[in-house]
């Protein structure tokens, strides 16, 4: 006979019967299967076999929190009395929303002399290059600079924002929303007064080779979207539209500030 011992962390559950009974347990297991099996099952369907009773030991203790009773591990008084408490904090902090602080104004963005250069080694950005101005080279590079710095922290407020004001079930006078969402559209605006001039150039339109609108330069259409779609947010946070309507732009501009890393436009 040897000694069958329950995998893992558990202790001291030790079954007198042999490899070849659990075997036959498993194979007469409606449930399929040895991973189906607890000491539970295992006692229970041991009464079939011929001759033969598993027997369980008494209640064996794992640690502090936890012995093996009946087949199955439990949890200890212990563990029980702090899982009382823990759920009792949870269902007390499910009550009440915080009172949200508003988030600090970005600094206003100064860029720096820069050797930035655009891509001109991928096609159909080589055709283009007698499309791109000294104007347009300077608009990236500025935009990129403010890109690096504070799209990321600004994309961080929208997004804490629009969660907030969905947990106040999108109600712009429950407590904190309002002052949170005037913050956020400073930092918009801010970063948007930044971005529009700059921007602006990097779009060529109704131009005689028939591209129609279009970028030359090598991620300024991506750079072009993402103040748009800025822009978008702060208009609806002002309009005080619902959390999902904003949610839209917000998607849209986070996946052209991706399009932009990806591209690695602004490295």
Known sequence: MNSYRSPGFVKNASLTTGFDDISQLCRSNPLGGAAALNLRDIVRLSANLPGRRIRERKPALVNENFVIYGGLMRPTAVLRAAGGLAAAAVGLAGVAHADPNPPPPL??????????????????????????????????????????????????????????????????????????????????????????????????????????????????????????????????IKKKDPSGVTHANIVAATGWGNAIRDLGACS
């Not at 050797?115 to 007698?130: A, G, K, L, Q, R």
């Not at 007064?193 to 080779?209: G, Y």
């Open 107 to 236: 600094p206003v963005f100064s860029p720096a002399p820069s050797d930035w250069s655009p891509n001109f080694d991928i096609w159909p950005y080589n055709t283009f290059t007698y499309r791109v101005t000294p104007e347009m080279v300077g608009g990236m590079s500025d935009s990129c600079q403010w890109f690096n710095a504070q799209f990321d922290p600004l994309m961080g407020q929208i997004n804490e924002f629009n969660r907030n004001l969905g947990d106040h079930h999108d109600d712009y006078s429950a407590a904190g929303v309002q002052r949170q969402a005037d913050a956020v559209v400073a930092n918009i605006d801010q970063s948007t007064a930044f971005l529009a001039p700059r921007v602006k150039p990097l779009i060529v339109t109704n131009t005689p080779d028939n591209f129609g609108p279009y970028s030359p330069i090598y991620g300024g259409e991506s750079m072009a979207s993402v103040a748009f779609q800025l822009s978008r947010i702060g208009t609806s």
